[in-house]
């Protein structure tokens, strides 16, 4: 098959988009594969698509080659399966919902686990029938915040996700392992560099939990790996509580005079200065930093929770965020701190916080904060902390002698060199783009819609299931962002829209005749072929090759008047010629056919 | 490929579903291909999923085959190019609109001419450029008032539409030829009976329009067919005028007392016993009947329409809706009437219509109403029409001399043996599914929405579209609609989910490993094989085969005993056998492998 870029649809752009922030994105426009047509909505142009298409098919050949059964849902759904499971409501602002001309309220899917259960329901009603794969590729919806980065995150996407039934948790465990087979399969298909991670599930309940993500600077998915082996989100990664101390020796808490100590390192400052440590200088990490948020659950409740950490580290957003979904976590503002003047703002202390130890049935005061606490703020450490009155902080406060915390949160930051909770040594942290999410949901769906087969014995028992999800059309990106150059897109071969681009470049019949030659053959040998034939200058089809991004590349020009052609690899810039009459063969070689 | 009936995700139902109105829906769902989500919205398990595929594939290889290029918009659309090209407003409540977190006014594509006109003017700027042809095979959401039928007239559908770009009147003839033989080829290879008709263009605009109907006696659409070929949705026929009399010799008008004439019928005997006409007896399409509709605008803005129709033909509400679109048009309601008390109900006759000789510039009265006739209604006829007086009529009431109407408007029941407009004979009336609506757009698109390229010249010129448009997932249910019969499914090879049933039918292992080697030498052949190895009844699997519809069968049973196995036929029923040795190369042939 041939292509002409004097007929393919496309227009290249000299200049990036303005709102290109990675380099996929800024790619994937220039060179004509997307267009945006709304905040993190996007049309595909034909080489996109080609792309597109690629990927689908290897998502698909996998995922039937372990049995899967590929079904379809409608992206338009009814309310009720989702109000079931309290998703309309957890979903929040992500959700697209609408009324339909008859007043019913609607959603556009932004996944489809309900359905997936309730049409297991409908179809199944014996343990013969499990275990039991099916999946979808099929276009959803979420009305994201900030949708960016093009592809990688958009409001309308294309998802495979799949889902397992089984009867118990070896079934389930067989099932999920199956998939991850498979996901591996896929992402080594595609030909980019991936790691395995251990995740947080999210609002998605559910116990074991992995993400592949794509090695990616540009990724908004912070992973850790330890020499041991360890490797996780950092959404995911559970700090060990550092080991408990013996306060016996630590002085009473004294408050002291800190009249100008904004920060944790003028405080520092002024505690050597005023009241110096007596075995070593205090520092940062001496200090608990309490920083108050208001969090909102789905149903609109709110409450106020503070978070207390050494002071050499901050909050981890993306952490928190993780932590308290489906709630949504804000900081306190200035109107937020005037409502409850307990809480002073920038010295604020252990002893304002925490609900109390509450007797069952007992509810806290009304402004009391609830208060959890880093795995660094065990009991018996000693804290330089606010006092809770402007200008003033307190010394040597101890967990468990001075105060107790309601529980622990870990939402710091993680470090590179932070060990590994499972003890395998230090931890290096990277970046990643999330691909691909395997995870075990176990029976919280099959319980909220009523999945139940009868076992053996001709029980009832509630399916246990898994779920699986591979951002299709963020792997276009993916694939993208983790081959790009500084020239243009690079594809693999198993993704490229063309296997072969076929360039006259020059002027002549001669040239043109004998580039609609090689292509021809090609094309005969089962090799999809771009053929440049504009009349355009040999720099500027030099240029939108390199943009565009096929993998080979066969130039007839200037060494034709000696009988060659160059044949010129994409990746690494090489090029060699060859004789006119050898470039066929030297072409399919060369990819392998 | 072997499927195993034993692991398929499928369910047969021995019941119809409560809501089928037509046998594709009730097969469809009682094979277990398509389940209903919501009115409208059906999800595809694996089996319709697979003859989806099918289709989908046709229709690409051939849209590929004439040199269009795909291409894929949104679901998810932002307002403005709507706006722009007025249909955020037209297409009134069939339009699903939602607000997004930000407040954005957004609607689900119904149709994308907006995106596709967009997207050319952001990569095209030059003659050079065209003839374009694009197309997407997308999902299309439409919030139908009367959702029916299952596939063939749902809310969520996916639809295959291109669009042609040129730059003159004979490219655009060209680009609709193309278009017009990929769908003859299209429609020849999903293998079912079809016709081309000429047809209205509703509210899409422009000129010349053809549709490809499936021919169904459940279709919604009634074509007409003349002997001289002519071919039309009844929607596009208009009819011609009638021949003008010479009135001179017709008494003059005079209005009767008709006590008890509430429909024709009584009117024309009562007009026969009082007043009878002096040449032969007073008949229903001698009188003139007045219906009066309130037609609702997209901008919200209502009038009276009355329409003038001779009495032996009703208004046929389907070509009335699409002479009307997109506007709305109501039969008058009680209070309608009560608020024009010169209307008398029953009695209505075109003195008391029409808004008048108008000069330019001049309103009419506030309660004039326009007054469209049917093309039978012509200069010189006489009629017997009401007298806007309860219980009288008058006769001899005369086009021209009596009365004029605002014009013609040709919205009555076509009936067999109308003549043909083009005088090619006497019209048949049948009905059919849409399957395919091919017509020039014009420059609607291109003007509202300001595409222009630069011709030769270098002058800047309006680009001319075509539309074409096939719906994929409702060619599913029209194929099942024009190939089931009374046991279920029939489906054609080119379409079939499996090319082969293979059937163990009776015990014992001899039995079942036959089955499997044959199925498995069928595989190796490249040859898609669903293979029925559950432990059931052979009478279950019969009746199973049938519901499912494979359009060949291998029944491995009780003949095996004398080295036989039975072929069957599904369409004509037939079964032969022939010895096990010659079963694989016998399904070949049959199969034409």
New interface residues.
């Given amino acids: 098959m041939i292509t002409r870029m004097s007929?393919?649809?496309?227009?290249t752009l000299r200049e990036d988009p303005a709102d290109a922030e990675v380099p996929s994105h800024r790619w994937l426009v220039r060179a004509?594969y997307i267009?945006r047509?709304?905040p993190g909505?996007?049309?595909?142009?034909?080489l996109g698509?080609r792309v597109?298409h690629k990927v689908e098919q290897i998502v698909r050949e996998e995922m039937d080659a372990i049995?899967a059964?590929?079904?379809?849902?409608?992206?338009?759904?009814?309310r009720e399966p989702y109000e079931a499971s309290n998703r309309w409501t957890e979903y929040g602002?992500?959700l697209?919902?609408?009324v339909?001309?008859k007043g019913?309220d609607?959603l556009?899917g932004p996944t489809h686990e309900e359905?997936f259960t309730l049409?297991v329901k409908?179809?199944?009603n014996s343990y013969k029938d499990l275990p039991?794969f099916?999946y979808q590729i099929q276009?959803k919806?979420r009305?994201e915040?900030r949708p960016r980065a093009g592809l990688l995150r958009g409001?309308?996407f294309v998802m495979k996700d799949s889902y397992s039934f089984d009867m118990d948790q070896a079934g389930l465990d067989a099932s999920y392992q199956a998939h991850r087979g498979a996901y591996i399969k896929i992402f080594d298909r595609l030909g980019f560099d991936y790691v395995i991670v251990n995740a947080h599930s999210g609002a998605m309940g559910g116990s074991a939990s992995e993400e592949f993500l794509a090695i990616a600077s540009n990724g908004e998915d912070t992973f850790v790996v330890s020499p041991g082996g360890f490797a996780a989100n950092v959404e995911a990664v559970q700090r060990r509580p550092a080991a408990e101390q013996d306060p016996t020796d630590v002085p009473a808490a004294k408050v002291h005079d800190t009249p100008d100590s904004p920060t944790i390192d003028t405080l520092v400052a002024q505690a050597n200065a005023l009241f110096p440590r007596e075995d070593r200088p205090w520092q940062a990490h001496d200090t608990l930093k309490n920083v108050v948020f208001k969090v909102t659950h789905p149903d609109g409740r709110t409450e106020a929770l503070a978070v207390g950490l050494p002071g050499d580290r901050e909050v981890d957003v993306k952490r928190l965020e993780s932590a308290v979904s489906p709630a949504v976590a804000e900081p306190f503002t200035d109107e937020d701190f005037q409502a409850r003047p307990k809480l002073v703002k920038g010295y604020m202390g252990p002893l304002a916080l925490g609900l109390g130890q509450l007797a069952d049935g007992q509810t806290p005061p009304p402004d009391a904060v609830r208060y959890l606490v880093d795995p660094a703020v065990v009991p018996g450490t000693r804290w330089l902390t606010g006092a809770d009155e402007f200008g003033k902080h307190v010394a040597d406060l101890v967990v468990g002698r001075d105060f107790t915390p309601d529980g622990y949160l870990d939402v710091a930051e993680i470090r590179d060199g932070d060990l590994a909770p499972d003890g395998s040594g230090p931890l290096s942290l990277a970046r990643g783009i999330e691909m691909g999410h395997i995870f075990q949901l176990g029976t919280k769906y099959a319980e909220a819609l009523g999945l139940k087969v009868l076992d053996a014995n001709g029980k009832l028992q509630t399916v246990t299931m898994g779920s699986y999800g591979i951002g299709v059309s963020r792997a276009v990106a993916a694939v993208a962002e983790g081959t790009c150059d500084e020239k243009g897109l690079c594809w693999p071969r198993a993704v490229a829209p063309y296997d072969v681009e076929v360039m006259s470049a020059g002027k002549g019949d001669q040239i043109a005749d004998t580039a609609e030659r090689i292509a021809a053959e090609l094309a005969e040998r089962g090799v999809c072929v771009l053929l440049d034939d504009r009349k355009a200058s040999p720099g500027v089809k030099f240029a939108d090759a390199e943009l565009l991004g096929m993998p080979t590349s066969v130039v007839v020009g200037r060494l034709l008047a000696d009988g060659k052609v160059e044949i010129r690899d994409r990746k690494s810039g090489s090029a060699r010629q060859v004789l006119v009459g050898d470039a066929v063969a030297e072409v399919l070689a060369e990819i392998g056919r």
Same sequence: chains 1, 2.
Avoid at 7 to 11: A, G, I, K, P
Avoid at 69 to 78: D, H, S
């Fill in positions: 007929q393919l649809f496309v227009r004509g267009r047509v709304a909505i996007y049309s595909w142009l034909p698509l597109y049995g059964q590929e079904v379809r849902f409608p992206g338009l759904l009814p602002d992500n697209f919902r609408l339909d001309r019913a609607m556009l359905m049409m409908d179809l199944c039991l099916l276009i919806y009305d915040a409001r309308e």
